[in-house]
């Protein structure tokens, strides 16, 4: 039996481990035997999720800690971060989880990390566009990357707050004037809108949408989300109608949601699956994986627009291949061009609010 001075060295151990300088980890939390066993240093990456308190941040944190691939995850926010950290460190999984509270905390959070989740800021309500949170959402994004360029300068980043199609840019240029930017390891999560449109195009089609596989390009928001209906795999061909129909279907899937939440914030557990997939294809990129493909909005020479989301390569640095967007139909060109033209007001407004 071992003595109480030993057993009181392997708490005291644990609790060094949990508890790291300027975490904000409560003692009742720290005593859980995920920890434990992820003393003995289960192999995998440090992730970071930065609002991990949010209708996203929670679920998106307990799916991380069910992540294989991910040996430390730390969990900031400006609020309640104590609470989902003691909550999610009770998961009998290897990730050991650290908590982290408020701005002073920032660099503590972000420091060795190799993947940094981003669902912090406000969400719509009914009536509002993706583009009336920038007031707000725009500041959030350039302090929490002015922290990444400090602390975790190498990290590749998953922003998912909105508007994506501006903060991205924000991104990129706090990046920039830091020294920092490598434009592979920026990457707009627009995940979602490939999980819906492989949802709605599955439905059209009587199949599992685990076998179909949609292609959407452009960005994230309203007409600038541009399904390629014509590259759907399995192949297969839709009526005009159906086109019609699942376009603007995918294109409004987050207002679909916001109107169904009636103003208790927009898509939340749908996100958190899609950032999920979307990480834990940038993992097993990080490590060396061949083959992972996957679409998100990123620095681009695809169109004339210096960002655009299509399918990239994820591997070591990040996304190293960028894939052209094969043959459009006449629907699709159409598509394109008032996809472009919005876009191209997004990223400049997203560029102009650092260079200001
Ligand atoms: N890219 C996408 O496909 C997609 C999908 C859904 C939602 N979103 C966006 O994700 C964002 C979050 O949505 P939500 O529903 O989780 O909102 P939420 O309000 O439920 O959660 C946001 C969290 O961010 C935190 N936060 C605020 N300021 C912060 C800061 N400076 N640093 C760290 N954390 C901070 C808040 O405290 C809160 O816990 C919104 O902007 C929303 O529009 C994007
Ligand atoms: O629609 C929103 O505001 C949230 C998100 O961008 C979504 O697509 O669900």
């Not at 481990?17 to 289960?42: I, T, Y």
């Not at 019609?244 to 103003?263: D, F, M, S, W």
Request: contains cysteine; charged residues 20%; glycine residues 10%.
């Amino acid at each position: 039996m071992e003595s109480s001075v030993e057993a009181n060295g392997r708490i005291a151990r644990i609790s060094a481990h949990l508890f790291p300088p300027n975490s904000q980890v409560e003692d009742g939390s720290a005593l859980s035997r995920g920890d434990c066993r992820a003393k003995g240093g289960a192999p995998g990456f440090k992730v970071a999720i930065v609002g991990a308190a949010g209708g996203i941040g929670q679920p998106l944190a307990m799916l991380m800690k069910m992540n294989p691939l991910v040996s430390v995850l730390h969990l900031y926010d400006v609020v309640n971060a104590p609470g989902v950290t003691a909550d999610i460190s009770h998961m009998d999984t290897g990730a050991v989880v650290r908590g982290f509270l408020g701005q002073p905390q920032l660099e503590s959070a972000l420091t060795g990390i190799d993947l940094v989740i981003i669902p912090a800021g406000v969400p719509r309500k009914p009536g509002m566009t993706r583009d009336d949170l920038f007031k707000i959402n725009a500041g959030i994004v350039r302090t929490i990357c002015e922290g990444i360029a400090k602390a975790c300068p190498k990290a590749i980043v998953n922003l998912i707050s909105n508007p994506v199609n501006s903060t991205v840019p924000i991104a990129a240029e706090v990046f920039k004037k830091a020294g920092t930017y490598d434009p592979k390891r920026l990457l707009g999560v627009t995940m979602l809108d490939v999980v819906r449109a492989n949802t709605f195009v599955a439905e059209v089609l009587g199949l599992d949408p685990r076998e179909v596989d949609v292609p959407v390009v452009g960005g994230h928001a309203g007409v600038t989300i541009l399904p390629l209906l014509s590259q759907v795999k399995p192949p297969c061909s839709f009526t005009k109608e159906e086109t019609e129909y699942l376009t603007n279907r995918i294109q409004n899937g987050g207002t679909e949601v916001v109107e169904a939440k009636a103003g208790a914030g927009s898509a939340t557990l749908s996100m958190a699956y899609a950032a999920v997939k979307f990480a834990d294809a940038c993992l097993r990129g990080l490590r060396g994986d061949a083959g992972v493909v996957e679409c998100a909005f990123v620095a681009s020479e695809v169109t004339e627009l210096p960002f655009f989301a299509t399918k990239v390569r994820l591997g070591r640095g990040g996304a190293e291949e960028i894939y052209q967007l094969g043959p459009l139909n006449e629907y699709e060109r159409v598509g394109l061009e008032k996809a472009k033209t919005e876009l191209a007001a997004s990223i400049q407004k997203g560029v102009s609010f650092i260079k200001k």
